[in-house]
């Protein structure tokens, strides 16, 4: 599968991406000499914030399907698939075409109405269970998730006259101003003054973690009935909000799904309250998880559902809210954005939804998904290293601890991701500390990519050492 890398030796010249390839393939260091070359003068030339090629030391050449090439000539095999932006694999010979279509006809449209832009949002909405389907309005965002949350946020602030909003512990929303301030994480906003001010944390369904210190054979959901009880008492000091926001997969947090009863009794106390709900939809959804949307799963229904990163299947800009037409309290211009209008992202969107439909991606998602975690779960069994495995379709996560000492292990995770890279697999570290290594693979990865995954995990996993260990 792959070589030692002390054997390893630089290549005069490589050959083109192959469509065929079906495995991973190293033929020099990590970085390599190109990589090293593009990584320094990105570090010489662009902005401290860069993070990915920090832990992931490469520069890409091309890509296709479950496989990236560096400019090296090695050949990973992608579970990160450009934070989950990249739902068919990479350049779908039919993503690719509709997309180069749509470039010859028209690229930019604002808020006109276009074929392509009725199409997909048509296309979208088809994809929304029957029951809330003829409830729904859809607004463009702009390119990003934030920007939907953005969105989402302001009309919940215009419809219920009032201004706070509660969170979750453990969510990410975002890297705006505002959705910052409605990320649990404390590190990203405590050198930042005047973050967007009334938003309340409440503990989220982590059972293997729980917020309120609890067994998990003594919970029955308490974390919801924290926030029941908060919003009913009149002494609680928190104010009727304007929305409640939650993932239904905390992805940055850790890869953690919400507790079944946990997000109905959130719905029922919302809704009740006139309260709306938010579903951040922006990595789980586009199946993700195994259907459309997460919420599926927990037989609920959304005011507001918010959909980004897979929406074009190509990587391709786009971002929308949909939403209950009761909260329909926009005037002409309330919310704008240069980039909502993104033809080529509509053109790829509609062929992406074909391709899921057609080629029974979901099915694909909910059997290999289910394949994966249940092998992961045999290696937890004989890896010291691994305290959880988690997730729901395929977003699943491996959480990290020190063998010796079971404690979250950050230095053990980082260990891991570094051997999976230098072996073909490029998987990214997330949760409370970086100690959960994440996967998002493709939606169509097949069980022979699944079992390479499988097979390089287990190999990190065996070859990683405790930091606890006694010196010998």
């Not at 704008?336 to 969107?349: D, L, P, S």
Request: proline content about 6%.
């Amino acid at each position: 599968m792959t070589q030692d890398m002390t054997q390893a030796t630089t290549p005069t010249q490589h050959a083109p991406l192959s469509p065929s390839y079906q495995a991973p393939r190293i033929v020099t260091a990590i970085p390599g000499p190109q990589s090293t070359h593009y990584l320094k003068l990105q570090k010489e030339e662009e902005s401290g914030a860069v993070s990915y090629p920090r832990k992931l030391t490469f520069a890409i050449k091309a890509a296709r399907g479950s496989f990236i090439e560096d400019v090296d000539g090695n050949v990973y095999l992608d579970c990160l698939t450009g934070a989950g932006v990249m739902p068919l694999g990479h350049n779908h010979p039919r993503v690719i075409e509709a997309a180069k279509k749509q470039l010859d006809t028209f690229t930019q449209g604002l808020d006109f109405p276009t074929r392509i832009k009725t199409e997909f949002r048509q296309a979208q909405l088809s994809m929304l269970p029957d029951a809330i389907r003829e409830q729904m309005l859809v607004h463009f965002c702009g390119p990003t998730g934030s920007d939907a949350v953005e969105a989402a946020i302001k009309l919940c602030k215009l419809y219920t006259g009032r201004d706070e909003i509660i969170s979750f512990q453990g969510g990410y929303h975002g890297a705006s101003h505002a959705t910052m301030a409605l990320t649990g994480l404390r590190t990203v906003k405590e050198s930042i003054g005047n973050v967007m001010p009334g938003v309340h944390f409440f503990p989220y369904s982590n059972c293997n973690a729980c917020p309120l210190g609890l067994r998990k054979e003594s919970c029955e959901t308490n974390c919801a009935t924290y926030l029941e009880r908060s919003l009913l008492d009149p002494n609680s000091g928190i104010k009727k909000p304007a929305a409640v926001i939650m993932e239904l997969v905390q992805g940055e947090g850790g890869a953690i799904p919400a507790q079944k009863a946990f997000v109905q009794r959130i719905r029922a106390i919302t809704r009740e309250l006139d309260i709306p709900l938010i579903i951040d939809e922006v990595q789980t959804g586009c199946g993700r998880t195994g259907t459309w949307f997460a919420f599926e799963q927990y037989d609920i229904e959304p005011d507001i559902i918010l959909a980004a990163k897979a929406l074009s299947g190509i990587g391709s800009p786009v971002s929308l809210m949909m939403y209950n037409k009761r909260l329909d309290v926009w005037k002409p211009g309330a919310h704008i954005g240069t980039f909502r209008g993104n033809q080529i992202a509509f053109a790829a969107g509609v062929e992406t939804i074909k391709i899921i439909q057609e080629d029974g991606i979901l099915e694909n998602v909910n059997e290999v998904g289910q394949y994966l975690i249940e092998k992961l779960r045999e290696i937890a069994a004989r890896r010291a290293a691994v305290a959880d495995v988690r997730g729901l379709g395929f977003m699943l996560g491996v959480e990290i601890c020190d063998p010796l000492t079971k404690r979250p292990s950050y230095p053990i995770a980082s260990q891991i991701q570094k051997y999976c890279l230098h072996h073909g697999l490029i998987v990214e570290l997330g949760g409370r500390d970086d100690v959960v290594v994440r996967l998002l693979p493709p939606l169509n990865l097949s069980l022979n990519e699944a079992n390479i995954v499988l097979q390089i995990l287990d190999d990190a996993l065996a070859q990683v050492s405790s930091p606890s260990a006694p010196a010998i």
